[in-house]
């Protein structure tokens, strides 16, 4: 039986929890204090304190497992680096956040997330999925409300939900949270499909084009060879490899990135997409 609070050691090298969280793949995590983050794990509230070779957490209904899922700590990080191309693009996003890692999260959340995120800054979606705890969400302790499930934002309205600032968003949203409360759509079948297939399916939703069925695909299922490509990182890419170009596609960006980047493109992706978004 698992205690109510339980407290957490992880010995951990090569892990920059900072860029981690703060790198545009989860939205539910802020900084408390020095090396101190407040999140969230599997629906449960979460502190972590990063210290000089270890995580030391605390948290509600935690536990090991959930954590080491979560964190993906088991990561061999220097042997997945080496299959990333050798250039110079990639060399400085790696200098610039080494020990950046991908997160292993909720499916549902993760996918209401990302429908939020069209036109959205992090820090904006952030104040979204906020909004949402707060007006949704059961309160697992004072001040701290758990992510709603789709059941209860079917149950709601679309001016309920464009009270927390979700503008256009809420109308996919709310259809998205009807098509899985209606089983047009199984988040659970999702793991179990091949990527392609994974992909068609998430997009039947509401609000899921391809960029964001892959963005789920990437930071809910762990399907690491996954490349998120829409209008910015199609800029991006122009810009770090075809800077001569003057014309450069959505469709071309797919196709280079596909050849390019190797089995854990996803992961050259996030390494990529952080230091351009923070540096560049």
Known sequence: MVSEYTQLTQKI????????????????????????????????????????????????????????????????????IKTFPQDEPMRQALAYCPGLRLLRQDPW???????????????????????????????????????????TLAAASEADLRECKLGFRAKHLFH??????????????????????????????????????????????????VFPVDVWVRRAIHQLYFPKRRTFTEKQARVFVAKHFGPYGGYAQQYLFHWMRTVK
Do not use: H
């Open 13 to 80: 090298t090569d892990y920059d929890l900072a860029a981690t969280l703060s790198s545009g793949q989860a939205f539910c995590w802020d900084l408390t204090g020095p090396n101190e983050w407040r999140g969230w794990i599997a629906g449960n509230p979460v502190s972590v304190v990063r210290g000089s070779d270890c995580f030391r957490l605390t948290g509600r209904k935690l536990t090991r497992e959930a954590a080491a899922r979560y964190f993906q700590w088991d990561t061999d990080l220097a042997a997945l």
């Open 176 to 225: 998205a949270a009807w098509q899985l409360t209606a089983g047009e759509v199984s988040l659970d079948a999702v793991g179990a499909l091949p990527t392609s297939e994974a992909r068609k399916e998430l997009m039947k939703l509401r609000g899921v084009g391809e960029k964001v069925a892959s963005c789920i695909l990437l930071f809910a299922y762990g399907r690491q060879e």
């Open 109 to 151: 959340e993760t996918t209401a997330n990302f429908i939020c995120s069209a036109m959205k800054q992090i820090v904006q979606i952030k104040q979204i999925n906020r909004a949402l705890r707060q007006r949704f969400g059961k309160e697992v302790e004072p001040g701290q409300w758990s992510f709603p499930d789709w059941r």
